[in-house]
């Protein structure tokens, strides 16, 4: 028979942790006391806790008119569990917008002193609660005015319906 000599087998363990990011509900509607939902998953519980370092990034929502930026927040997920949640602020205001977006984005994780594989960003869509705004028609009376002679027309504007904010034309 044959023999194998000098065979080893080495172990270097289970693969490192690594760290997601999701949106959880991914859309939220502007309005008074209104929280996107950002959670860090782990792909496996620790025995110790692991720290997440994150930041918000605009794409068409801007940062401190449409939600509360983050530039280096950090979330614990700890020791035997295997997420942790965030929460942003998001701004209401009195403007009619068009949906808008931004995201989170995991810059980075660590397990005491080693680092983590961190990556991803998740998408918060933001939708408006204002009204979409009513358009304006122009109408002269008298439609037409002879040049030279002293005479005057009026100009009227309608909105096409009542707004609950001042309309500026």
Same mark, same amino acid.
């Given at each position: 028979g044959a023999m194998l000599d000098n065979f080893? %087998? $080495?172990s270097n363990g289970p693969p490192p942790p690594s760290v997601t990011v999701s949106a959880t509900p991914g859309t939220v509607t502007e309005g008074v006391a209104v %929280? +996107? @939902? *950002?959670t860090f998953t782990l792909s496996a519980a620790q025995a110790a806790d692991v720290t997440v370092t994150y930041s918000t990034l605009s794409i068409t929502a801007m940062a401190g008119l449409d /939600?509360? =930026?983050? #530039? *280096?927040g950090t979330a614990i997920i700890p020791a035997g569990q295997t997420s942790a949640v965030v929460q942003i602020s998001i701004l209401n205001d009195a403007i009619y917008e068009t949906t808008e977006l931004f995201e989170v984005a995991l810059t980075g994780a660590t397990l005491g002193a080693q680092a983590l &594989? +961190? /990556?991803?960003? #998740?998408? $918060? &869509? $933001?939708l408006d609660d204002e009204p979409v705004p009513a358009s304006v028609t122009v109408a *002269?009376? =008298? =439609?037409?005015? @002879?040049?030279?002679? *002293?005479a005057s027309a009026t100009a009227t504007l309608t909105l096409s319906a009542a707004q609950g904010v001042d309309t500026t034309v």
């Open positions: 080893r %087998l $080495i %929280l +996107a @939902t *950002a /939600f509360t =930026p983050v #530039a *280096a &594989t +961190a /990556f991803g960003t #998740a998408a $918060i &869509t $933001i *002269a009376t =008298p =439609p037409t005015v @002879t040049q030279g002679v *002293a």
